[in-house]
């Protein structure tokens, strides 16, 4: 079965470092999402990607924050300058269609930041 | 701002109860609701409805939307160990999360 993969699984990085997180959503699907999962805390939404534009944002996904769909297949989160809460599991979800299937995740990668 | 909601937070039983977990939401372009379950990493899929009043079933899982309600539940009947996990609902369109359900259940 296809499946959403992402690399690296643990990325450790020092404040202030710029890190991409790598995303290959399932091939024939048209919506991208990144979500965020601080330690113990909920799934929270980062953005939505559609026809290669962002289609929504949350008030987390600030400045320092972009995603790129550099090709047809890869999609990147990028934190251009890492702080400490920035801590947490980075999940990359995709779907076929907007209302009538699931979303898929990876399996995520864990960002710690020192 | 568009919400779901999920209760309750956190649910401890054991081996052979039934649990129902419970999410409503408020969102202005309702299409569907999707249940997750996470345990040790990404959630993992377990039912989308779109309709309401028509249960979805799994093993032991079933589930139902109630569009008049704004919400739906899930059930899990003779529960096991391995069902020990958090249980996200969401609303497509959205996409946002509910907090989610922590679901212990002891041996």
């Known amino acids: 079965e296809p499946e959403v993969t992402q690399t690296p699984s643990h990325q450790v990085t020092q404040m202030g470092q710029e890190v991409i997180l790598r995303c290959v959503p399932i091939?024939?699907?048209?919506?991208f999402y990144w979500y965020r999962q601080i330690l113990g805390q909920k799934v929270e939404f980062l953005v939505s990607?559609?026809?290669?534009?962002?289609?929504?944002k949350s008030e987390i996904f600030d400045d320092q924050f972009s995603v790129e769909r550099p090709d047809g297949s890869n999609f990147t989160l990028k934190i251009r300058s890492t702080k400490l809460e920035d801590s947490a599991m980075y999940f990359c979800?995709?779907?076929?269609?907007?209302?009538?299937?699931?979303?898929?995740f990876g399996n995520g990668t864990r960002l710690t930041v020192t | 701002e568009d919400k779901v909601v999920q209760s309750p937070l956190s649910l401890v039983v054991h081996e052979g109860d039934t649990v129902t977990l419970n999410c409503s939401y408020e969102?202005?372009?309702?299409?569907?609701l999707l249940w997750y379950k996470q345990e040790k990493k990404a959630p993992t899929f377990l039912f989308m409805l779109?309709?309401?009043?028509i249960e979805k079933k799994s093993g032991r899982l079933s589930s139902i939307l109630d569009k008049k309600e704004l919400s739906s539940i899930l059930n899990i009947t003779a529960t096991q160990t391995g069902d020990s996990a958090i249980y996200l609902c969401?609303?497509?369109?959205?996409?946002?999360f509910g907090a989610g359900t922590r679901l212990t259940v002891k041996p």
């Open positions: 979800a995709s779907m076929l269609t907007l209302y009538n299937s699931p979303l898929h």
């Open positions: 969401a609303v497509t369109g959205d996409m946002r």
């Open positions: 091939s024939n699907h048209l919506y």
């Open positions: 990607f559609y026809n290669n534009e962002i289609s929504e």
């Open positions: 969102v202005t372009n309702f299409r569907s």
């Open positions: 779109t309709s309401s009043g």
